[in-house]
T-cell receptor, first 114, second 113 residues
Framework: EAQVTQNPRYLITVTGKKLTVTCSQN?????MSWYRQDPGLGLRQIYY???????DKGDVPEGYKVSRKEKRNFPLILESPSPNQTSLYFC?????????????FGAGSRLTVL | AQSVSQHNHHVILSEAASLELGCNYS??????LFWYVQYPGQHLQLLLK??????LVKGIKGFEAEFIKSKFSFNLRKPSVQWSDTAEYFC???????????FGSGTRLQVQP
């Protein structure tokens, strides 16, 4: 089944403890992206990747890192999480950003930073 | 920068009522337009999309949206809502020159039986 898989789905951590949220897609998509969803703010893009080894900042990149060493994986790294990074995170992918391609979203990862 | 406005933050309707959710965007160039739906506890799913052609777009579950270029709008409609339509709805716009999909803040729809 074609899907975007995120792990963990739920995580409670403490300020400053490094964590990684993994994202994997099995559709050979070139484009991958991370969003955070906060009440009243909708989804805001954190980072995106057009292909392997090609990443770029979205609208709210502060406090996050990403890497794209393989086409299928796009992990989101929080080196030193802070409470303002408590949010619901979504990974998404598409074949590309052109033409009729649409994003496929993962199930989401709810992160709480104490 | 591109912005997307969804003016209705929370809408409460009774079953069988008609629905219209507003979406306006700021970019004046060529755009791709989307409506996504997020059912409680689930991820976002594509409801419908507009890329070109007929400005009246039909999506899944009886939803439709109309692209009015002169008004920079892409409103979502459904003639008769059901309890199962209770969800959050997000409008999204991608201008063909940028590399991001910009989402609106979402509209929470609550349908009462």
């Amino acid at each position: 089944e074609a899907q975007v898989t995120q792990n963990p789905r739920y995580l409670i951590t403490v300020t400053g403890k490094k964590l990684t949220v993994t994202c994997s897609q099995n559709m050979n998509h070139e484009y991958m992206s991370w969003y955070r969803q906060d009440p009243g703010l909708g989804l805001r893009q954190i980072y995106y990747s057009m292909n392997v080894e090609v990443t770029d900042k979205g609208d709210v990149p502060e406090g996050y890192k990403v890497s794209r060493k393989e086409k299928r994986n796009f992990p989101l790294i929080l080196e030193s999480p802070s409470p303002n990074q408590t949010s619901l995170y979504f990974c998404a992918s598409s074949l590309s950003l052109s033409g009729a391609n649409v994003l496929t979203f993962g199930a989401g990862s709810r992160l709480t930073v104490l | 920068a591109q912005s997307v406005s969804q003016h209705n933050h929370h809408v409460i309707l009774s079953e069988a009522a008609s629905l219209e959710l507003g979406c306006n965007y700021s970019y004046g160039g060529t755009v791709n337009l989307f409506w996504y739906v997020q059912y409680p506890g689930q991820h976002l799913q594509l409801l419908l999309k507009y890329f070109s052609g007929d400005p009246l777009v039909k999506g899944i579950k009886g939803f439709e949206a109309e692209f009015i270029k002169s008004k920079f709008s892409f409103n979502l409609r459904k003639p008769s809502v059901q309890w199962s339509d209770t969800a959050e709805y997000f409008c999204a716009v991608r201008d063909t020159g940028r590399r991001a999909l910009t989402f609106g803040s979402g509209t929470r729809l609550q349908v009462q039986p």
